[in-house]
């Protein structure tokens, strides 16, 4: 049965907060669940994996080598879910990524000790984080290519804000869950067993987000075809090989992007912890208030955009995170303000990029294999530098190399930059008619090949039955 697609230039405002609804709020909880594990990480490393009475900071690796495991399951939920979401639908993609998310979220809150289970005990940690990974690789290119096709074309950059203003308020519930968790209960009761809160409480809201999706509506026209069995099946990997300039870009663009908004909005609570020694809790409650002003400033950013274009948004990202990540890091100090500062500046960085990145990417490809193309490439350069974020860092930090840690993020963040200035230009102008570039073009004016598209049609055959 074909549903009706929705049209963004003639929804009414009620269905355009449906549709908001259902990306931003399931796109949140996907990452409560997602970002639990590195900020619970530090408790439930020495029930899960074998360690010697003195020493914490080998388990500590071996769960962040476990987070890093769901990186790299990433690019495979990418092209199953991508191709079930170009070929099924937007909507029925989300729910089915909502749902896996879920049920890794369970796996974790369930999983059993070393002393209880032995060896059986990592392997359900390490199958949860795939689980998570499958779904993770679905979510974040379904719901981007979601949203930029509910979104008018003048608001683009807002509804991606607000996309990561949802992203936000995910990754501030999971920090105000664990910081809430650790203030309640003795350190020795979190370490036992009050680790499993936060997560028992994820499982629950993802059926919620699930209620949420299935009541939103579809927005690919492509999808509805293949549906009805009006338009061909897009192929799994049809991006890469119509597309591999425009993928490669996509990948350069996304390279510094996904480094810094794994390290300023989830793991600096626990790499400050390392470094500079501040308290768990404290940690986990200056982020929380960090990612308040994350929130917040996600709209305006995204307004700003479609004001400015986003390409040029993009270059102002990669300038910045260039000049300023390192230096940021170095300012780390074990006192809660200092910290506050320090991840406030890093999600000022996250949101310049995460407003423009999302129209850009969606322009990159074309609607028929977008979720496939995004969801691969997005996952396998998520998975290359997000993935093994935690663990470099860690790994670093153990060793007190924090300069080789900041020169690290400011060459990723001089890819991105080169990638902006000189590729995107001639890949998007190539994935659009008329050689316009069209996160060049500020919003408020419209696009060429949007300016008329109705009168040209009866304008021609008027002239010829007048005389």
């Given at each position: 049965m074909t549903a009706a697609v929705y049209d963004p230039m003639t929804a009414t405002g009620r269905a355009r907060r449906r549709q908001l609804l259902a990306?931003?709020?399931?796109?949140?909880?996907?990452?409560?669940?997602?970002?639990?594990?590195?900020?619970?990480?530090?408790?439930?490393?020495r029930q899960v994996f074998p360690h010697a009475a003195d020493n914490s900071f080998v388990p500590l690796l071996q769960t962040f080598a476990v987070f890093a495991v769901g990186y790299f399951f990433r690019p495979l939920g990418g092209l199953l879910l991508?191709?079930?979401?170009?070929?099924?639908?937007?909507?029925?993609?989300?729910?089915?990524?909502?749902?896996?998310?879920?049920?890794?979220?369970?796996?974790?809150?369930?999983?059993?000790?070393?002393?209880?289970?032995?060896?059986?005990s990592p392997a359900v940690l390490t199958a949860a984080r795939v689980v998570q990974g499958l779904a993770a690789g679905g979510e974040s290119s379904t719901a981007i290519a979601y949203l930029t096709e509910s979104a008018p074309r003048k608001r683009r950059g807002l509804?991606?804000?607000?996309?990561?203003?949802?992203?936000?308020?995910?990754?501030?519930?999971?920090?105000?869950?664990?910081?809430?968790?650790?203030?309640?209960?003795?350190?020795?009761?979190?370490?036992?067993?009050?680790?499993r809160i936060p997560f028992a409480l994820g499982a629950v809201a993802a059926l919620v987000g699930v209620w949420i999706?299935?009541?939103?509506?579809?927005?690919?026209?492509?999808?509805?075809?293949?549906r009805a069995g009006r338009a061909e099946r897009p192929?799994?990997?049809e991006f890469l090989t119509r597309h591999p300039r425009q993928t490669l870009v996509l990948a350069g663009v996304v390279l510094a992007g996904t480094a810094s908004q794994y390290l300023w909005l989830t793991f600096l609570p626990t790499y400050a912890h390392l470094t500079t020694g501040i308290s768990?809790?404290?940690?986990?409650?200056?982020?929380?208030?960090?990612?308040?002003?994350?929130?917040?400033?996600?709209?305006?950013?995204?307004?700003?955009?479609?004001?400015?274009?986003?390409?040029?948004?993009?270059?102002?990202?990669?300038?910045?995170?260039?000049?300023?990540?390192?230096?940021?890091?170095?300012?780390?100090?074990p006192s809660p303000g200092t910290l506050l500062a320090v991840q406030c500046g890093g999600a000022l960085l996250c949101s310049l990029w995460s407003t423009s990145a999302l129209a850009v990417m969606s322009d990159l490809l074309p609607m028929r294999c977008r979720v496939t193309g995004i969801g691969a490439t997005y996952g396998a350069t998520?998975?290359?530098?997000?993935?093994?974020?935690?663990?470099?860092?860690?790994?670093?930090?153990?060793?007190?190399?924090?300069?080789?840690?900041?020169?690290?993020?400011?060459?990723?963040?001089?890819?991105?930059?080169?990638?902006?200035?000189?590729?995107?230009?001639?890949?998007?102008?190539?994935?659009?008619?008329?050689?316009?570039?069209?996160?060049?073009?500020?919003?408020?004016?419209?696009?060429?090949?949007?300016?008329?598209?109705?009168?040209?049609?009866?304008?021609?055959?008027a002239p010829k039955e007048s005389p």
């Amino acid at each position: 049965m074909t549903a009706a697609v929705y049209d963004p230039m003639t929804a009414t405002g009620r269905a355009r907060r449906r549709q908001l609804l259902a990306g931003c709020l399931g796109n949140g909880v996907e990452w409560y669940d997602w970002t639990l594990f590195t900020l619970l990480g530090v408790y439930f490393s020495r029930q899960v994996f074998p360690h010697a009475a003195d020493n914490s900071f080998v388990p500590l690796l071996q769960t962040f080598a476990v987070f890093a495991v769901g990186y790299f399951f990433r690019p495979l939920g990418g092209l199953l879910l991508g191709a079930l979401a170009d070929r099924r639908g937007r909507r029925e993609a989300m729910a089915v990524t909502l749902s896996l998310m879920g049920l890794g979220c369970l796996m974790l809150a369930a999983v059993p000790t070393y002393r209880s289970a032995g060896l059986l005990s990592p392997a359900v940690l390490t199958a949860a984080r795939v689980v998570q990974g499958l779904a993770a690789g679905g979510e974040s290119s379904t719901a981007i290519a979601y949203l930029t096709e509910s979104a008018p074309r003048k608001r683009r950059g807002l509804y991606a804000g607000l996309m990561h203003s949802g992203e936000g308020i995910g990754l501030m519930a999971a920090t105000g869950a664990a910081a809430l968790t650790a203030q309640a209960l003795s350190p020795a009761a979190m370490s036992a067993y009050g680790w499993r809160i936060p997560f028992a409480l994820g499982a629950v809201a993802a059926l919620v987000g699930v209620w949420i999706r299935y009541r939103s509506q579809e927005t690919s026209d492509v999808a509805e075809a293949v549906r009805a069995g009006r338009a061909e099946r897009p192929q799994v990997l049809e991006f890469l090989t119509r597309h591999p300039r425009q993928t490669l870009v996509l990948a350069g663009v996304v390279l510094a992007g996904t480094a810094s908004q794994y390290l300023w909005l989830t793991f600096l609570p626990t790499y400050a912890h390392l470094t500079t020694g501040i308290s768990r809790p404290t940690a986990l409650t200056t982020s929380t208030i960090a990612l308040v002003f994350f929130i917040v400033v996600q709209p305006l950013s995204g307004l700003a955009a479609d004001r400015i274009g986003h390409r040029r948004m993009l270059v102002a990202f990669g300038t910045a995170a260039t000049a300023l990540s390192a230096p940021l890091l170095f300012l780390l100090r074990p006192s809660p303000g200092t910290l506050l500062a320090v991840q406030c500046g890093g999600a000022l960085l996250c949101s310049l990029w995460s407003t423009s990145a999302l129209a850009v990417m969606s322009d990159l490809l074309p609607m028929r294999c977008r979720v496939t193309g995004i969801g691969a490439t997005y996952g396998a350069t998520a998975a290359l530098v997000g993935g093994t974020l935690p663990l470099v860092g860690t790994a670093l930090s153990g060793h007190g190399d924090m300069p080789l840690f900041g020169g690290y993020l400011t060459a990723l963040a001089l890819i991105t930059t080169a990638v902006c200035i000189f590729a995107l230009p001639q890949a998007l102008r190539t994935a659009h008619t008329g050689g316009t570039d069209p996160c060049d073009v500020p919003m408020p004016v419209p696009l060429p090949a949007e300016a008329a598209p109705a009168p040209v049609p009866h304008a021609v055959p008027a002239p010829k039955e007048s005389p």
